[in-house]
């Protein structure tokens, strides 16, 4: 933190943000709430009108509002209002509040509420860097920014530094989806590249790269960069429905709001899509057989070192049509560790097992003294799944209209304990050339992964038969 903010109230680290039920008013608050419309018990904020709520985030000379408020009114408030809205608002109340409009104004006083106000910016861009991707919120800000700056030196150098890091935050995201685009639009199907340069595609996984270990912890690199990349807000957006009274087209479009958490899903499938090619590509069985087991030890390394993403992509693509059917290649293989991932990853009692591991892996976390230790990459879908359940369980508003802010306590409790994984740095050194296979080796289509699954163990019934043909026909123009 800056050094003009010794002063202020000491916010804990992401993790104990939501240690307690909820938010509770006695944990920095100087002031008593001055604006009536909310509603407390127990000490613990439930409900108010969506204006005592805004009122509620703005800091005054006695008052700085608590970081857990802050993390979770600005990731929730979306649903109710575009985030430029709340910053014209912010600045709007800050400016009248503080009489920042006004030359002849107190410099005391600005001396006592610049460095809030400044705090407040500076922890919106940080953790939600992305809203300013928007030029009306670049625009507030810098004007806001502005305001306080204008009278001393240190905050200038303080409001500059802020900027400074957004700007390096939101360019780094630009790249970082440039490199998605070049990455989908060169993706070729692999039963192309086998039919027009079969010569370029005789190497496999194991050639890259021999030792399961090394490849869980390159597939660790992929996850974690992929995870940084997601913005906490991606998924209240994932759930935002489209107020059909808004004709506002000249915000940045809906699609790129959740792009980064798409991409992640995106490569979830790929991996599984690769697994899957890999085990059916070999024409002799006792090489697929090989390659079935070479992943189950990937995934077992995986599972070791709280990657449950991708343990979870290797499981869906073992378990594919294409490739389970293949009985007499399985029979080759010793199935009792494949067995254990299994019961690991059973989805039964609500992945309950899995629920357990990823417990165990936050607890370790937690105490971790190396970085590897800290690393908790959650089976992804199933987080989705599981906020998806939470907004689609309970309403946005109560029947008074009141915002149910008991609710969004839920869903940042939920997304604040994935930030805090998401900034793990990955201890592992990066492998470019594996790294490199495992992002754009073409991968076969489910009708090609069928058609190599046919050619290598003959259809079993006259269903699979037809299919075979029909595929044969279509994919390589065979009779």
């Keep these: 933190m800056f050094s003009y903010l010794e002063s202020m109230p000491q916010t804990p680290p992401f993790s104990a943000m939501f240690d307690s039920s909820g938010y509770n008013r006695n ?3 100087s002031a008593e709430d001055s604006c009536g419309g909310l509603y407390y018990h127990d000490n613990n904020l439930l409900s108010g009108s969506l204006e005592a709520l805004i009122q509620h985030l703005v800091p005054n000379v006695d008052y700085y509002p608590d970081r857990t408020y802050i993390f979770t009114f600005l990731l929730s408030s979306r649903l109710f209002m575009h985030p430029y809205e709340l910053m014209a608002k912010v600045c709007h109340l800050c400016v009248e509040h503080q009489r ?45 920014a502005h305001r306080i700056a204008s009278g001393e030196e240190t905050y200038r150098k303080n409001v500059q530094q802020m900027i400074q ?28 590249v086998l039919k027009t340069k079969p010569q370029s595609i005789q190497r496999d996984i194991i050639t890259v790269c021999s ?17 940084n990349y997601i913005g906490p807000e991606e998924f209240v957006q994932a759930f935002v429905q489209k107020d059909p009274l808004d ?7 809906e699609r790129k709001k959740t792009r980064n958490l798409e991409a992640y899903v995106e490569w979830f499938n790929r991996l599984s899509y690769l697994v899957a090619t890999e085990i059916c590509m070999p024409v002799k069985k006792k090489h697929r057989a090989r390659m079935i087991e070479y992943f189950i030890d990937v995934a077992r390394e ?34 009792a560790k494949f067995d ?19 417990r165990g892996a936050a607890q370790r976390s937690l105490t971790a003294h190396s970085s590897r230790e800290k690393i908790v990459i959650p089976f992804f879908s199933l987080l989705i799944k599981d906020i998806y359940f939470l907004n689609e369980g309970c309403a946005n508003r109560l029947p ?24 793990v740095e990955c201890p592992f050194e990066r492998d470019r050339k594996i790294l490199q296979y495992l992002l754009t080796i073409p991968v076969f289509s489910e009708d090609a992964l069928y058609l190599a699954s046919y050619e290598s163990e003959g259809p079993e019934n006259h269903i699979e038969k037809d299919r075979w043909k029909s595929l044969r026909s279509s994919l390589l123009g065979r009779v």
Aim: hydrophobic share 35%; aromatic share 10%; glycine share 2%.
């Design 247 to 253: 004709n506002d087209k000249s915000c940045y479009s």
């Design 211 to 227: 030792d399961p270990y090394t490849l869980a912890q390159q597939l660790t690199h992929i996850e974690l960069e992929r995870l």
């Design 165 to 192: 890091c957004l700007i390096r935050k939101l360019a780094a995201l630009s790249q970082y989806e440039e490199v998605l685009a070049k990455i989908s639009s060169t993706s070729t199907d692999r039963l192309t």
């Design 400 to 423: 008074n209209g009141h915002v149910n802010f008991e609710k969004f306590w839920e869903l940042a409790k939920q997304v604040s304990e994935f930030m805090t994984w998401k900034q």
């Design 27 to 29: 944990l920095y608050q």
């Design 340 to 358: 254990v991932l299994e019961h690991q990853m059973d989805p039964s009692s609500n992945f309950y097992n899995y629920r357990t591991a990823l």
């Design 302 to 335: 995986c599972f070791n070192i709280g990657n449950f993403n991708s343990l979870m992509a290797i499981i869906s693509g073992m378990n594919m049509s294409p490739v389970s059917r293949l009985k007499k290649t399985w029979a080759k293989v010793k199935t």
């Design 100 to 144: 920042l409009s006004d030359p002849s104004g107190d410099k005391n006083q600005i001396r006592k509420i610049a460095p809030k106000i400044l705090q407040l910016l500076t922890e919106w861009t940080e953790t939600f860097p992305y809203d300013f991707r928007d030029e009306r919120m670049m625009r507030n800000l810098k004007d806001l």
